[in-house]
């Protein structure tokens, strides 16, 4: 396999004068960055339109785009919007913070405000989208337009006609909210439109897209209520048990995700056309698919709904590989992340290995102690070939700070794995990228705030917590030339330099 590596950074941690990083300039601007560090990879979050949380892991679809990264320039140069409008708004003052508030009520009157202007209705090409993705955009369309119409609640408390799909129902809201169905068809033709550009771009420069994809769909998701029979859900539509991971030692009560888990006999009786839909669609927008949570292929966590935490749930058994061999028979071979980390069992590693796909390593695991998997397979000395490694995912603290935040023992460890005894402490997370680099990993996935040496105030995500997640954006002044070069350096010397 072709050694390489890429980075991670999601699209909303992009510089952006518009409050959340999109599909501006800054955007283009970081390919040719990352080009020229040497890379060949550009990992990415789920791109899907967001709930409440701001999680790209919570979608209202498992399809559907978030309006959020629509370049707003892009709508001023089609003449929709005016410079003027779009720089008069208030989007938040933070260059380096997301506030998801703002970008809620003034990107939305701004989106609004380019769809009446449109006049797409008559335009051919949005009625040739509608058409070819009609299978996923009218439901979508609809879902958000009711949505809206119910003050913003989820559909489990919307009323009974509707919730239940009632046709009376589904033709009155279709014709009493026309427009507004409307609008959110135009927005995912947007989004469709400026994000194709924006990765044909990347691959015309040899930089491949990364996607990263849920394993469950949120429960507040068009995708369950216009499939329920495809979900755990009972008669009324409401879950009989929904997923988490059980407590490990990050968190003594395991984590409650809530989301609706499948119906593993009726995705069978219908040959997994719905998983191997999802997957070609993902293919589309993607050159390589990362699936979260794998190893609920194999067993998931069944929580009992309407529980507290996920200390009360049990694994059940999962598709395992007739799931894969359907996808394979019907799109071919494809490029796909398994991310297996958690919990792992023989039963899991067996069905990574019997996939073909790439597993994952995180450096961090194989010296801190919280984790509950084997540390060993995490020792970059072990790592297969077949296996994309990382110093850290978006989940997990930044290096600088996990550094900081692990025991003396554990420190001692990383010294001594190393054998660096030297390097002050500052400039450590620097040897650690490199010992990843350097392992037989094919595939090397490094964050952005690792290479920036950033402390956990520029962490994405922390697991089972609401708030703070989500936020951090890049500085464009922290893309800088030095920083460019050293990147290209280091990645040309363990022979992972993308000559494109």
Known sequence: MQRSAGILLPISSLPSPYG????SQEAYNFVDWLKEAGQTYWQILPLGTTSYGDSPYQSFSAFAGNPYFISLDALVEEGVLTAAECKKTNFGRKADDINYHRLYTERGRLLRLAYSRSNISQNEDFIAFCEKNKWWLDDFALFMAVKDRFGGKPWTEWAEDIRLRWQNALDYYHQELYFDVEYYKYIQFKFDEQWRKLKAYANSKGIQIIGDIPIY??????????????????????????????????????????????RWEVHRDTGYQWWITRLWYCFELYDVVRIDHFRGFDEYF????GSDTAATGHW?????????????????????????LGYMSDSVRQLVRDSGFAGIKVLEFAFDSRDTGSASDYLPHNYPVNSVAYTGTHDNETLVSWYQTITSAERTMVRDYLYDYATPEDQLYKSMIALVLRSAAATC???????????????INKPSTLGKNWRWRLKKTQLTKKLQKEICQMTTRYGRRNWD
Not at 20 to 23: V, W, Y
Request: with cysteine; proline share 9%; hydrophobic share 45%.
């Open 20 to 23: 959340i990083g999109c599909f």
């Open 217 to 262: 769909v949120a429960l507040d998701s068009a995708d369950a209520w216009a499939n329920p029979d495809l979900f755990q859900l009972d008669e009324k539509n409401v879950p009989t048990a929904v997923a988490g991971v059980p407590p490990d030692g990050f968190s003594a009560t395991g984590q409650l995700w809530g989301n609706p888990l499948y």
């Open 302 to 305: 069944s929580v009992p709904y």
């Open 316 to 340: 059940e058994k999962g598709p395992g590989m007739e799931l894969f061999h359907a996808v394979e028979h019907a799109l071919g071979k494809r490029n796909i992340i398994a991310e297996d």
């Open 445 to 459: 996935i490094i964050p952005m705030q690792d290479w920036l040496g950033l402390d956990n105030s520029a962490r």
